[in-house]
């Protein structure tokens, strides 16, 4: 079987610095938000060019501190995408405020800026673009109606760690960013993490309050907050994959071009984008084909691993029913996500799997 994504791989070619850090961080005597903690949110910081990182438990806990931080919550309405992994609305519904999507893009699969001003209100506060399957959202057009309007922009970088939009690093363009390092995305760790980045020293000090049950001081609350909190062993693990991270990327790049070459042109699919003024981390590699169902099935036979992202857009999701939205309303997402489906992506694919695949792929195409 070629998988969609082999971590085993990606963990072995650091295994030894991973054994270090992890054996040092056991002998340490600190193992939540230490050193190790302290230091990936510098280095993170630096690296973006943000005033500051805070480490957090989780990708979707990023997002719930930030929008707190921002004091969004009830009688709020934040803008984003229908077409992402759930916990982008589920964020904005655990605050107590109300997602409102707005459609994509039929080529980028990403938040169609066209459309964002006529869905605020007087109630919008904030928009959450998402920088999807590595490629950084459309941030000047965003930001500009943001501006004009006053609204705060959190960019959920989850998927995007390392990505370029016109020189900025993805997570330093909005008031804020948001990012995962649950083990599959393309900085991961092995098991949970996530990091909120920003250059808003009050928003920093509320989600620093935040992430420790509301307090500055131990054992002093100034307010209910949540335990989110780094381990300083995934902190050490990613402080080891920090410094693969570019390499990674560029592996992923790499392969991306090579499929991209190759299948150009491919009858009944169509690629995935790549923009002049921005860069992509490919964290996976999505094709759309109205014949989805054909080429999946016939890469499966031939032991290849597919994924679709996202098969049910937010909108028509069961747990999103009492926002009311109903099929139609936001067709382009819709049918995308009838469409889409990924090929396997990950920096130690060999080229000999990569020729297999792109070979099946031609051949389910001739079979149209
Ligand atoms: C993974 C992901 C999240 C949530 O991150 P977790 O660490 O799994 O909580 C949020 N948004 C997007 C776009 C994601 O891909």
Redo the contacts with the bound molecule.
């Keep these: 079987m070629i998988p969609l994504i082999d971590l085993k791989k990606q963990f072995a070619s650091i295994h030894q610095e991973m054994k270090d850090a992890i054996i040092q961080v056991l002998e340490s005597g600190n193992y939540i938000l230490g050193p190790k903690v302290s230091e990936l949110e510098k280095e993170i910081a630096k690296r973006l060019g943000v005033k500051h990182a805070i480490a957090v438990g989780?990708?979707?806990?990023?997002?719930v501190l930030t929008l707190e931080a921002f004091g969004i919550g009830q009688g709020d309405e934040v803008i984003t995408t229908p077409f992402?992994?759930f916990?982008?609305s589920e964020a904005i519904t655990r605050v107590g405020a109300t997602p409102v999507f707005v459609d994509i893009d039929p080529k980028t699969f990403l938040l169609d800026a066209n459309k964002l001003q006529e869905k605020i209100t007087s109630k919008t506060k904030a928009i959450i673009p998402?920088h999807?399957f590595g490629l950084p959202a459309d941030m000047d057009e965003i930001q500009s109606i943001a501006n004009k309007h006053n609204l705060v922009v959190i960019e959920?970088a989850?998927?995007a760690f390392g990505a370029v939009y016109k020189e900025k690093a993805v997570g330093s363009i909005g008031d804020a960013g948001?990012f995962?390092?649950?083990p599959t995305?393309n900085l991961g760790t092995v098991g949970?993490?996530?990091m909120i980045t920003t250059s808003n020293d009050t928003v920093a000090q509320t989600i620093r309050r935040l992430r420790v049950h509301g307090s500055k001081k131990k054992y002093y609350h100034t307010e209910p907050g949540y335990n989110s909190r780094l381990d300083e062993i995934h902190a050490a693990i990613l402080l080891v994959c920090l410094r693969e991270i570019d390499h990674w990327n560029e592996r992923r790049n790499a392969i991306a071009d090579y499929y991209s070459l190759r299948l150009k042109e491919t009858n009944g699919i169509e690629l995935p984008m790549r923009m002049s003024d921005r860069s992509h981390v490919y964290h996976l590699y999505c094709i759309k084909s109205s014949n989805r169902e054909e080429f999946i099935t016939l890469l499966k036979n031939a032991s290849i691993q597919t994924g679709i992202y996202y098969p049910l857009c937010l909108h028509l999701q069961d747990a999103n029913k009492t926002l009311g939205y109903r099929h139609g309303d936001f067709p382009i997402a819709e049918s995308v996500s009838k469409e889409v489906f990924a090929i396997p992506m990950h920096p130690f694919l060999s080229k000999e799997d990569q020729n297999k695949i792109i070979k099946i792929i031609k051949r389910a195409s001739d079979q149209l």
């Excluded at 989780?58 to 997002?63: I, M, P």
Aim: with cysteine; net charge negative.
């Design positions: 989780n990708g979707t806990d990023a997002l992402t992994f916990a982008t998402v999807l959920d989850a998927q948001c995962s390092f649950f995305k949970d993490g996530g």
